[in-house]
């Protein structure tokens, strides 16, 4: 089915540039940029984002970087989004991520990943909401 995720490109990839190309990645694979805009998160906004994350050992760290620089938000549509956009990221830890995936080519360590992909359909539903009115969403 045709699905909407949430994605975002974090600091560590605005900051060297890597938008169009992570963007190109999105685009090959299916996946239209149905929303999209860059702002930069306050600390907080970063903690509120991730509280699912709140008793991780990783959550300071991971709050302090997503609010570093600024990041571009995003909604990519398409013929199982959720998925297509997990499978184009590759695993979490760059180490681990498959060859020619996002995360293998571009993301620095397991924290500075490069992007974000919601995980499932609530999630994607609750990212977009956090992020993007229904104004800002043309397909
Ligand atoms: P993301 O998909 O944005 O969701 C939560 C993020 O936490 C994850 O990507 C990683 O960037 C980050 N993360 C997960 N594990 C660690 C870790 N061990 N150390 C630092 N950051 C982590």
Request: proline fraction near 3%; hydrophobic fraction near 40%.
């Amino acid at each position: 089915a045709i699905q909407r995720t949430f994605s975002i490109i974090k600091p560590d990839a605005t900051q060297r540039n890597l938008t169009g190309a992570i963007n190109a990645k999105f685009e090959a694979a299916g996946l239209r940029i149905v929303a999209q805009k860059r702002i930069k998160l306050t600390k907080e906004q970063a903690g509120v984002f991730y509280a699912v994350h709140k008793e991780r050992p990783f959550y300071d760290e991971l709050c302090d970087f997503m609010a570093s620089a600024p990041i571009v938000v995003q909604v990519l549509e398409g013929e199982d989004a959720i998925a297509k956009n997990r499978e184009v990221m590759g695993a979490t830890n760059p180490a681990e991520a498959a060859e020619g995936t996002i995360r293998k080519e571009f993301a620095l360590s397991i924290g500075e990943n490069s992007v974000h992909g919601s995980d499932g359909e609530d999630t994607a539903k609750e990212e977009i909401a956090y992020f993007f009115s229904g104004l800002e969403l043309v397909g």
